[in-house]
């Protein structure tokens, strides 16, 4: 039987997000209340969750303990999937900007050992907004439409290999310490990400097992929901404007349950009620991630759990990281 310790944490700073915005007590309790409801055919939630501005923490939750009985918080790091991506799309970014990237050039200039007739037509940018048509490394089905993918990833992950002559985690990890992520990482973080689990014909089993080297750059990070928040801030600080720009253009509609969604280099990007968003989720056996980042406030809400729910229902699996989104963008939106 899967058991669990329960112990919820709250705590709220008392911060505003602004004159028209604020965090009041009531609403970091909607919060709390929330993600501690309990809906029929659906655990607990069962993990970490933090809403950021810059730097300050204005609320956060955590609800499970370690199977060495410490309480989960902030710092909890987690497998966080496909969040790796966006982290991937800044490192490519950089390289860019140093010039020793094109984003118009095609696959064949960096690996040129992959002797496949797409690498001739697919251009390191395809790859970042998952419009290359690759089903695997020897099939594409309809190029420059949304397929997502993570070979897409995989092969950015090699080519700045190949262009900067270091293994991915190490040119990963400078940025990371740069950023102040310094519980995120790959197999140097292996041994600190608590346990998951999966449910599998209604059942939670624990999930034992690693990421691949060759999938760091597109699933593999380890991190906190205390390091996610800062990914945005990341972005911004380590991009110049015209990089951040291209990367969170929305280049591609992609099909998604919250509706209109697009898709730049390496993150969602939607409209909102409360202004731009910017957004990456990730789903891992074992574990279940997301993050939203709305520029006009400068918040960030990370919401992070290591229990996957069946994916062939996201709605289900994904439903706290939903359901807390939809209530921050109410509350940023009430007074526009």
Request: with cysteine; glycine share 8%.
């Amino acid at each position: 039987m899967f058991r669990i310790l329960v112990i919820p944490f709250l705590f709220f700073s008392g911060y505003t997000l602004g004159s028209d915005v604020p965090l009041s007590t009531s609403d970091a309790e909607l919060l709390t209340t929330q993600i501690q409801e309990k809906i029929e055919g659906r655990p607990a939630f069962q993990g970490t969750a933090l809403l950021m501005q810059g730097t300050e923490v204005l609320w956060h939750y955590q609800q499970g303990s370690t199977l060495q009985g410490k309480s989960f918080d902030q710092h909890s790091a987690f497998f966080v999937g496909s969040i790796s991506k966006t982290l991937a799309a800044v490192l490519v970014m950089q390289q860019v900007q140093k010039g020793t990237l094109d984003l118009q050039a095609q696959v064949k200039r960096y690996l040129p050992e992959l002797k496949q007739p797409w690498t001739a037509s697919v251009q390191v940018a395809d790859l970042l907004n998952h419009s290359s048509g690759l089903v695997d490394v020897n099939t594409q089905q309809n190029y420059g439409q949304f397929r997502y993918n993570n070979l897409n990833f995989q092969l950015l992950g090699q080519i700045l290999t190949a262009v900067t002559k270091r293994p991915y985690a190490e040119l990963a990890a400078q940025v990371l310490s740069q950023c102040q992520m310094h519980s995120t990482g790959f197999a140097d973080k292996a041994e600190r990400a608590i346990q998951g689990w999966y449910e599998e014909q209604g059942q939670l089993k624990a999930m034992k097992g690693f990421m691949p080297v060759e999938a760091e750059p597109s699933g593999g990070l380890i991190s906190s929901a205390a390091d996610v928040a800062l990914l945005p801030l990341c972005m911004q600080q380590h991009l110049t404007k015209t990089s951040l720009r291209q990367m969170t253009t929305a280049g591609i509609l992609r099909p998604h349950r919250w509706g209109e969604v697009y898709y730049g280099y390496g993150v969602q990007i939607s409209q909102t009620a409360a202004g731009i968003e910017w957004s990456h989720s990730g789903y891992i056996p074992g574990y279940v991630s997301a993050f939203n980042y709305f520029p006009q406030h400068k918040l960030t809400l990370v919401v992070l759990e290591n229990q996957s729910l069946d994916p062939q229902d996201l709605a289900r699996a994904m439903y706290y990281h939903d359901k807390i989104r939809y209530s921050v963008i109410g509350l940023l939106s009430r007074n526009k």
